[in-house]
């Protein structure tokens, strides 16, 4: 069964301490591997998205990784502004999106 | 570019009582997914259009949810009966498949948030 699990469930960081968010998964044949941010009371915000293993993508204060078993989100030198709660989905070979629990994050000013 | 619309905003509705919902796609994506999603959770797919077509209503709770894509653009999500456990922000997304980029993540829309007292 295809599956995503983030961790942590939350991240409390000072401002300006950088930190990584980790997504697991399995999933039958992997078609892209999707980063959202969401604000409380809003839909999600597409941030990026890795297709094969080895690929980086940055935007700002964020850079998402992908390996075969999971991906990571870093945050370098976060603001209180990247608070929020950040979502890990994979699409199968299926075409169908599987999301994660989410990681919820606050940065302390 | 218009993201993807939903309404209402919110709903709150006794149970047993029907409600509907309405999403609006970014133009030209031919693909539209209804999700579910409850509180401190990632959002649930309950259904996925293709064009007119829903090519994935797996997770749909046949016995009282349906959905409808016309012309196949918008559509509508039905609740009928409603009950407490349907409590949640209801999420409508849509992405353009088979594009030459092959870009296929989804853009959400603000969702409905559906109070069932």
């Known amino acids: 069964e295809d599956q995503v699990t983030q961790s942590p469930e939350a991240l409390r960081l000072q401002e300006g301490e950088s930190s990584s968010l980790n997504c697991s998964y399995t999933v039958s044949g992997l078609r892209g591997l999707f980063w959202y941010r969401q604000d409380p009371g809003k839909g999600p915000e597409f941030l990026f998205t890795l297709y094969s293993a080895g690929e980086e993508k940055e935007k700002e204060r964020l850079k998402a990784t992908l390996t075969k078993k999971e991906s990571f989100l870093h945050i370098t030198a976060p603001k209180p502004e990247d608070s929020a709660t950040y979502l890990c989905a994979v699409q199968n070979r299926d075409d169908k999106i599987i999301f994660g629990k989410g990681t919820r994050l606050h940065i302390l000013p | 570019e218009a993201g993807v619309v939903q309404s209402p905003r919110y709903k709150i509705i006794e149970k047993k009582q029907p409600v509907a919902f309405w999403c609006n796609p970014i133009?030209?994506?031919?693909?539209l997914y209804w999700y579910r999603q409850n509180l401190g959770q990632g959002p649930e797919l309950l259904i996925r259009y293709e064009n007119e077509e829903a090519v994935d209503d797996s997770q749909l709770p046949k016995d009282r949810f349906s959905a409808e894509r016309l012309k196949g653009v918008d559509s509508t999500l039905k609740i009928q009966p409603a009950e407490l456990g349907d409590s949640a922000v209801y999420l409508c997304a849509s992405s353009l498949e088979g594009s030459s980029t092959g870009n296929t993540e989804a853009f959400f829309g603000q969702g409905t948030r559906l109070t069932v007292v």
């Open positions: 133009s030209g994506h031919n693909t």
